[in-house]
């Protein structure tokens, strides 16, 4: 891969020294053999794929996170069922 990068524009001498991000920026550009750029080249789809793979597990664990939150209040379970109606139609409440 082959980059041309032209900036035309005035840099004061303060924002050229060495620890300024664009001349970090630009010697890592600048060195066509730096380590870390030749490692990240070779291993670039592993590092994408693995990437990808942990967006979806995300994903999905996410969205089951959802559904189970959907299905609890579409069911709450704090509700009292009668198992017959009093032929009164009256509830009663034992004390025990």
Same mark, same amino acid.
Do not use: C, H
């Given at each position: 891969? /082959? &980059?041309?990068?032209? +900036?035309?524009? !005035? +840099?004061?001498?303060?924002?050229?020294?060495?620890?300024?991000? %664009?001349?970090? &920026?630009?010697? &890592?550009?600048?060195?066509?053999?730096?380590?870390?750029?030749?490692? #990240?080249? !070779?291993? /670039?789809?592993? +590092? %994408?794929?693995?990437?990808?793979?942990?967006?979806?597990? #995300?994903?999905?664990?996410? #969205?089951?996170? /959802?559904?189970?939150?959907?299905?609890?209040?579409?069911?709450?379970?704090?509700?009292?069922?009668?198992?017959?109606?009093?032929?009164?139609? &009256? %509830?009663?409440?034992?004390?025990?």
């Amino acid at each position: 891969m /082959r &980059i041309t990068v032209t +900036i035309d524009a !005035e +840099i004061d001498d303060k924002d050229a020294t060495n620890k300024s991000p %664009l001349m970090k &920026i630009l010697k &890592i550009l600048g060195k066509s053999d730096d380590a870390q750029v030749k490692w #990240y080249m !070779e291993n /670039r789809d592993r +590092i %994408l794929a693995e990437e990808k793979a942990k967006r979806a597990s #995300y994903a999905r664990e996410q #969205y089951q996170k /959802r559904q189970s939150k959907k299905k609890e209040e579409a069911n709450p379970v704090n509700q009292v069922v009668m198992p017959t109606m009093p032929p009164d139609n &009256i %509830l009663r409440f034992d004390n025990v």
